[in-house]
């Protein structure tokens, strides 16, 4: 309803009129807009309309998160819904693109933030933001701004949150005397809360405020643990939750396991002393992550008397398909395709299968643009668009494109994969090795005896044990007929147990870079086939349900090429299971396996794959945000990563997300090994 208090009030002082649900008076207090305001990622919010034809704020009851173009239809316009929805990307250009606009839609969001450099309270504070896809420029801005500004409590602070790179860029220029502004990756790095995997799980809760107080106390972890600590581990063993006490990335190994086994995950930052005072640690909790809600839940539950009937994920094991061990000759990675994993693993027949890709095109990856997105029959239009395709486009058009993109700016570093028949060959060729093989599957048989000590022992010998000269020939041969000319090699695992839809094995198994000469590569080679009798590797197969003589280790022996910036995209947003558009992208300025292994915080960006453009939202170690020309180049990345989503998609709804790990160098980029990413227990 028109509030005609705040109406006049507004049309004396030269700002807009305002129309506000009915009770709410203007200027907005934090008070009123709590009783109004719907829930986004843990963030109070209330969407607004600003219509400059009529000189009029909306401030719009937004509790049940109402669409934009409802509110302008129904309230504004006085039409059916459904009329602009028919014509939903028409419409989406009249209020994000065009220029001369009538409508200047945005959100409100509500955040506590602590004056930085200071231990002091946290104090409300309001943000002002656009959709990503809008195209607001920086005078622009400052006017919504300003218009909003005029009917918000003078005693809350209200700052512009540009929605997205080119909006950052644009306010740059516009003094923040005129526009105050908060980056995103300033809210996230002060952000309390971050849902990294949903979920509902029943536990012991574990508090722990240092790694070697977790290290002291791993022997007593059962599966039925929640951990709470500062960060937890890599090498965690599976468990049923974990909270993180300090920021993470949700691309780390860690909570690419946790994605992998469905248990929930998130950030808490001030949880540990919350859990203390309340005496939790030890007790048996119900621990929920919602995506909606502003911290993670923790609260005292009955403990089951069953405890020792089974684990929760034993129903939902991984069958691996029967592994081929006779001869096979050392390939080189390009002649390999995905068929080839029951010989060559998993990592090696992904990475041949892009050699095909960028050679061969492919007929299925315009699939995730194909699939209708109501109001919208599909995204093709928008695929034609990035791909910058002028005009009707037929699917063979599109097609062409996609693959000029990708072989003008892709490309896999060349190298070879042994596959399984040789590390057969060489536990058969040391008897004190099967020996020792033997007295592990016993103890896995009986579910008791000393498995680390027996792993341990295996490895070891698996390390020292000298290479038959017949492998070492053939490795030589092989490096020599396709590789010479390389400086440096990077020893990677290709097992038939990992990168697989529901066994991701991240971090599980060893790589070994800047191998430079035959013994450096031999020890390289051994050190890969080790990894596959690591104790946490043996545990983490044996809860999926891959026994050990299932498993094997096929090995790449690839260029290892320079990279100036690299880092891991997932084809989907990790934050936000609903978002469609977005892929993340974990960057480093450094080394890419300091952000895979999480040794540095990564830059994080978010890239639209529908309407294009990026989002920082966070730049983890890093002082700066990167240049306009690499936020290019990832955007690019982020379209051939949705590409490539589609061909390796295992149905036909596209939906599987993709994790590509890369190296950009300028605008060249090399993919180095993709595997599927996904929400799924029993990996």
């Given amino acids: 309803m028109v509030n005609p208090t705040a109406t006049a009030a507004a049309t004396s002082s030269g700002a807009p009129a305002v129309i506000a649900p009915e009770g709410v008076t203007t200027p907005l207090t934090a008070e009123d807009f709590t009783r109004i305001a719907g829930n986004l990622a843990g963030y109070p919010f209330v969407k607004v309309v600003l219509d400059r034809d009529e000189s009029t704020l909306h401030i719009i009851d937004s509790t049940g998160n109402p669409l934009h173009v409802h509110y302008i239809a129904e309230h504004i316009l006085g039409t059916p819904p459904e009329r602009l929805l028919r014509d939903i990307d028409s419409f989406n250009h009249d209020v994000y693109v065009r220029p001369d606009r009538r409508f200047y839609l945005g959100l409100l969001a509500l955040h506590r933030r602590r004056t930085p450099g200071t231990d002091g309270p946290e104090q409300p504070l309001l943000s002002l933001e656009t959709v990503e896809a809008d195209t607001m420029d920086g005078a622009m801005l400052r006017s919504f701004h300003q218009q909003v500004r005029a009917h918000v409590d003078p005693a809350l602070p209200l700052y512009c949150k540009p929605a997205n790179h080119h909006q950052e860029t644009s306010v740059a220029a516009v003094p923040a005397a005129e526009l105050p502004r908060l980056l995103a ?3 996230f790095s002060q952000g309390a809360y971050v849902p990294l995997n949903t979920g509902v799980a029943y536990g012991r809760l574990r508090l722990f405020r240092t790694e070697a107080a977790y290290r002291a106390a791993l022997p007593t972890l059962r599966w039925h643990d929640i951990v709470v600590m500062p960060r937890v581990p ?9 909270v993180n006490a300090e920021h993470t990335t949700p691309l780390s190994h860690t909570n690419v396991l946790a994605t992998g086994w469905g248990i929930p995950n998130a950030i808490q930052t001030d949880i540990l002393d919350h859990l203390e005072r309340a005496g939790l640690g030890g007790q048996w909790v119900r621990y929920e992550v919602a995506a909606a809600a502003g911290e993670v839940r923790i609260e005292e539950a009955e403990q089951p008397a069953d405890l020792d009937t089974g684990r929760p994920w034993s129903g939902d094991l991984v069958v691996l398909e029967r592994p081929e061990t006779e001869a096979a000759s050392i390939v080189e990675l390009s002649r390999l395709r995905r068929g080839d994993h029951y010989r060559y693993g998993t990592k090696a027949a992904n990475i041949g299968e892009l050699f095909g890709v960028l050679e061969n095109g492919s007929g299925r990856w315009l699939g995730f643009y194909r699939v209708p997105r109501p109001p919208r029959a599909d995204l093709l239009d928008h695929l034609a668009g990035l791909l910058d395709v002028h005009g009707p486009a037929d699917d063979a058009t599109l097609s062409a494109a996609a693959r000029r993109l990708v072989r003008k ?15 057969r060959r060489f536990l058969e060729s040391s008897p004190r090795i099967q020996q020792t093989i033997g007295r592990l599957k016993m103890v896995l048989e009986v579910g008791a005896g000393p498995l680390d000590a027996i792993c341990a022992e295996l490895q070891h010998l698996i390390t020292t044990t000298r290479l038959p000269d017949d492998i070492r020939a053939r490795i030589d041969e092989a490096v020599v007929t396709h590789l010479s000319g390389v400086a440096r090699f990077v020893v990677r695992s290709s097992s038939n147990a990992e990168d697989l839809e529901g066994f991701s094995a991240a971090g599980v198994y060893e790589s070994v870079p800047h191998a430079r000469t035959t013994d450096a590569i031999a020890d390289g080679v051994r050190e890969v086939w080790a990894s596959v009798v690591s104790a946490r590797s043996v545990r983490l197969r044996d809860e999926a349900g891959i026994s050990l003589e299932d498993s094997y280790m096929g090995v790449i022996v ?20 609903r978002d469609f558009r977005n892929v993340y992208a974990n960057i480093s300025t450094g ?8 040794v540095a915080a990564p830059i994080q960006h978010l890239y639209n794959t529908v309407e294009g453009g990026g989002r920082t939202v966070s730049l983890g170690s ?26 390796f998609s295992p149905d036909y709804l596209y939906e599987t997300p993709v994790d590509v790990e890369w190296a950009l160098d300028g605008e060249l980029i090399r993919l180095l090994q993709i595997r599927p990413y996904r929400v799924r227990a029993g990996g």
Avoid: K, M
């Avoid at 080394?591 to 999480?598: K, W």
């Avoid at 240049?627 to 490539?644: E, M, N």
């Fill in 234 to 242: 890599d090498d965690i063993p599976r468990i049923s939750g974990l």
């Fill in 185 to 187: 990756h300033e809210l």
């Fill in 409 to 423: 700016y892709v490309q896999v570093p060349r190298g070879i994969a042994l596959p399984f028949s040789l590390q």
């Fill in 622 to 647: 890093a002082g700066t945000d990167l240049d306009t020309r690499t936020r290019v180049a990832l955007g690019r990345l982020a379209l051939i990563g949705r590409l490539l989503q589609s061909h």
């Fill in 591 to 598: 080394s890419v396996a300091d952000v895979v292994d999480g």
């Fill in 558 to 577: 690839q260029e290892e090429v320079p990279v100036p910036l690299g880092g891991v995209l997932v084809t989907c947003n990790p934050l936000d299971a």
